[in-house]
C-alpha cells in the first residue's frame, strides 16, 4: 500500500491549499486505496473521540482510526486523515496524540519523496512549528509534540533544538487534557490474560 501512495505523492498538493477537481478526485481514490489495504476500528466511542479531537485541531478534515501497517497518520488530498491505531496506544497522554495529529496535518500528504536530506530537514522543522502553534491554539501544551519528538527522534539535535525555540516564544494559554483520552485507550488496548486458576478446574 505505502509503495502505491508513495507513487502518487508528486501529483498531490498540501493539504492545506484549495482543491482542485483533478486533486479531489486522486484524494477519493487513494481513500478507498488505503481502506482496502486497512481494518477499520469499529468501536463507534474511539471514532467519534478522535473525530472531535482532530475538528479542534484540523476543522474541515475527516479523520478515521484504522489498523494498519503505519506507525503515523496518513494525510492525503480531500483533507483525509487514517490515523492508526498504533498512534493511540502508544501515546502517553491526550496531548501528545494530538500533537502527533497537527504534525501530520501540518506536514499535510507525502512530498519527501526526491527531495535533498536539508529540504525534507527543512519540512520536518516547519511542520514541526506549525504544530505546535496548532496545538496551543486548540488547549493543548505544545511540550507534548516536543516529548514525542525527543522519544521518536532523539538523535536529531538541530530538529529537537528548532521545536523548543518555537515552544519558548509561543505564550502559555489555558491548556488542558481530558480524562477520556485514557478511557478511549482502554477500550481499545489488549487486555492482559488472566491464567487460569487451579481452583477453577
Request: charged share 25%; with cysteine.
Amino acid at each position: 500500500m505505502r509503495r502505491i501512495l508513495f507513487a502518487l505523492v508528486p501529483l498531490i498538493s498540501a493539504a492545506q491549499t484549495p482543491l482542485s477537481e483533478k486533486e479531489a478526485a486522486l484524494g477519493r481514490q487513494m481513500v478507498v486505496e488505503v481502506r482496502r489495504t486497512s481494518t477499520p476500528v469499529k468501536i463507534p466511542e474511539v471514532q467519534s473521540y478522535v473525530s472531535q479531537l482532530g475538528a479542534r485541531l484540523a476543522p474541515g478534515f475527516v479523520f478515521e482510526v484504522v489498523s494498519m501497517d503505519a506507525t503515523e497518520p496518513i494525510v492525503l488530498p480531500g483533507r483525509y486523515v487514517f490515523v492508526p491505531l498504533s498512534l493511540l496506544t502508544a501515546a502517553n497522554d491526550e496531548a501528545e496524540f494530538a500533537g502527533m495529529l497537527a504534525q501530520a496535518v501540518a506536514r499535510g500528504p507525502r512530498r519527501w519523496a526526491g527531495l535533498a536530506p536539508q529540504q525534507q530537514r527543512g519540512s520536518e522543522i516547519t511542520a514541526d512549528s506549525a504544530a505546535a502553534r496548532t496545538m496551543s491554539q486548540a488547549g493543548f501544551d505544545p511540550a507534548a509534540l516536543l516529548r514525542c519528538i525527543e522519544r521518536l527522534h532523539p538523535d536529531d539535535e538541530s530538529r529537537i533544538a528548532a521545536l523548543r525555540e518555537t515552544i519558548r516564544a509561543i505564550p502559555r494559554g489555558d491548556w488542558k487534557v481530558s480524562d477520556r483520552f485514557s478511557e478511549v485507550q482502554a477500550l481499545v488496548r489488549p487486555k492482559p490474560r488472566t491464567p487460569p486458576s487451579l481452583f477453577n478446574k
